[in-house]
């Protein structure tokens, strides 16, 4: 079975590099072409040298360290707050009726649009990167939290009562594993909020990270470093969401038999 | 000595905005240490009686009296056994059976000495560590009675718990269920909608009435055990549940 799975994965790994050849063999044709002129769009190459040097100079690492580190932060608050709201509302049912169309309305607000509050009510910082990290996550862990809780089968709920489970214990040994399937899916979601909210944070108001990274390219019209960071950027959200959530996701599927 | 009595239960249903009596007044006095089985057309309401003898459901009129209180909640005494299973994906077979009994604060090592001991008498020890998407229908069943059964109640409720399972495996259950009964004497409610299966099992077999349902007829079946199915004496008996069965179920259709 592990001898399948890697034979697996080595398919996956070919089709993959089928896949950038080509990509990489258009752009390049469409260099050669010279349909734009080549500061605007640079060769494969180019950028290459662009990767190489902010990475020789430690840039990079160091502004995947820092949007990554506010990015964990700033997203277990979001877990932590989403989830605390997400059970009151599931406690009370009218603060849950408004707060779930609230939410909602928030759920669809673009995450940039928080940033000139932010910026006005906690400061171009750390902080207010963060808040805008948070006000674009949270909204998706609350109204997961309360959709999933309100989601679980009523039979195991019946079922760890009728074995005695009351109060906290029925939380947690029957209400949370019961609503893990679905919470997940919301906390894959609230990630993706997350991330996409970090980056457009950082272009409009870092000083370092990936989104100031790629601010500064544009700032010194260097497109190869412009492209060299979106492809990092790119390349993580990929990781992240395949390697560790997409998998965790498979997993607790396949625990809980669900196909 | 009574230990469940069972008096006047009504229940109502929502259906769309009309109100629909699933329970039309239940009336049914069972002895300790008795083992009775209703019986009845499909949708009468029994599994809804079940529902509220174990405290998860309340009834719109009635009570029911246990030890001669009156129940209000769930409770460690009376444990349902689901028409559906209700087991827990999210445990292995091995967690699931112990699943009340780590609620009920009993340490680890006591625990899988009592999991054991139903683990193997429902065949299920090679299971232990499997979850349960993996088991068949019937290994499921069992597990659901085993997860009943280490909690030890005095009363056992148990809705259609062989339904499911294949012909072979039912007849070992119905021999292993009275050697269960007779050995720890539990009370047990036992509903099924097969006629052979209440004859096996019950002292006392209370036919239901269609809705909104009540208890038709108490047939008691006075006979020696452990019971086989292939017992032909026990058609005697059957025929006569038959006989109140079956208008009711025509009236159903
Ligand atoms: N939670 C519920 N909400 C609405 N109707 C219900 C509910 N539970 C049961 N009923 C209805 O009550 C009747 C009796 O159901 P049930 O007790 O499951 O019957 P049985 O177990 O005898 O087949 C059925 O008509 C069913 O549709
Ligand atoms: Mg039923």
Not at chain 1, 111 to 125: E, Q, R, Y
Not at chain 1, 165 to 184: D, E, N, Q, R, V
Not at chain 2, 102 to 129: H, N, V
Not at chain 2, 195 to 220: H, Y
Request: hydrophobic share 50%; net charge neutral; aromatic share 10%.
């Amino acid at each position: 079975m592990k001898i399948k799975k890697l034979f697996l994965n080595l398919d996956d790994v070919a089709n993959a590099a089928l896949f950038l050849a080509v990509f990489i063999g258009i752009w390049q044709l469409v260099f050669v072409l010279g349909i734009w002129p080549k500061i605007s769009l640079p060769s494969p190459a180019t950028v290459a040298e662009s990767f190489a040097n902010i990475i020789s100079n430690y840039t990079l690492f160091k502004g995947i360290g820092i949007t990554l580190g506010r990015l964990v932060v700033g997203f277990f608050i979001s877990i932590a707050l989403g989830a605390a709201i997400g059970f009151a509302m599931i406690k009370f049912k009218g603060f849950g009726k408004t707060m779930s169309s609230f939410s909602a309305g928030l759920l669809s607000f673009p995450s940039i649009a928080w940033v000139p509050f932010s910026i006005l009510l906690i400061g171009f910082n750390d902080a207010g990167i963060l808040f805008v990290v948070i006000m674009s996550s949270v909204f998706s862990i609350t109204i997961s939290t309360y959709s999933s809780i309100r989601n679980i089968p009523p039979i195991y709920i019946d079922a760890a009562k009728n074995m005695g489970a009351k109060g906290l214990s029925l939380f947690l040994h029957a209400t949370i594993p019961a609503a893990t399937p679905s919470l997940i899916i919301g906390i894959r979601q609230g990630w993706s909020f997350a991330w996409h909210a970090i980056i457009g944070a950082e272009i409009l108001m870092s000083i370092v990270g990936l989104g100031h990274i790629l601010s500064v390219g544009r700032e010194f019209q260097d497109m190869g470093q412009v492209i060299a960071s979106m492809i990092t950027i790119f390349t993580i959200g990929l990781l992240v969401d395949r390697l560790l959530l997409f998998k965790l996701e498979e997993k607790v599927r396949s625990r809980w038999g669900i196909e | 000595m009574t230990k469940l009595e069972a008096k006047n239960i009504e229940k109502y249903f929502d259906h769309d905005g009309q109100k629909l009596q699933a329970l039309g007044g239940i009336d049914l006095k069972v002895n300790d240490g008795d083992f009775v089985c209703l019986v009845g057309p499909s949708g009468c309401g029994k599994s809804t009686f079940l529902r509220i003898v174990a405290g998860l459901d309340r009834p719109d009129n009635g009570e029911v009296l246990l030890d001669g209180k009156p129940v209000i909640e769930t409770g460690p005494d009376r444990i349902l056994v689901f028409q559906e299973g209700a087991l827990f994906p999210w445990l292995k077979v091995i967690d699931n059976v112990e699943f009340g009994l780590k609620i009920a604060g009993i340490p680890k090592s006591e625990r899988s000495e009592i999991s054991k001991r139903y683990l193997d008498m429902m065949q299920l020890t090679r299971f232990a560590e499997s979850y349960t998407y993996q088991l068949s229908t019937g290994m499921k069943q069992r597990v659901a009675i085993a997860r009943a059964l280490v909690l030890d109640p005095d009363v056992l409720l148990m809705d259609e718990p062989f339904a499911a399972l294949d012909a072979q495996t039912r007849d070992l259950l119905l021999v292993e269920m009275q050697l269960i009964w007779e050995r720890t004497k539990k009370t047990i409610l036992f509903v099924t909608h097969n006629v052979a299966e209440a004859t096996m099992l019950g002292n006392r077999v209370a036919v239901f009435t269609n809705r909104p349902s009540t208890i038709k007829k108490e047939i008691v079946i006075d006979y020696r055990r452990p019971r086989i199915s292939e017992d032909e004496n026990l058609s005697k008996y059957q025929q006569q549940i038959l006989a109140e069965l079956r208008p009711e179920v025509k009236a159903n259709v």
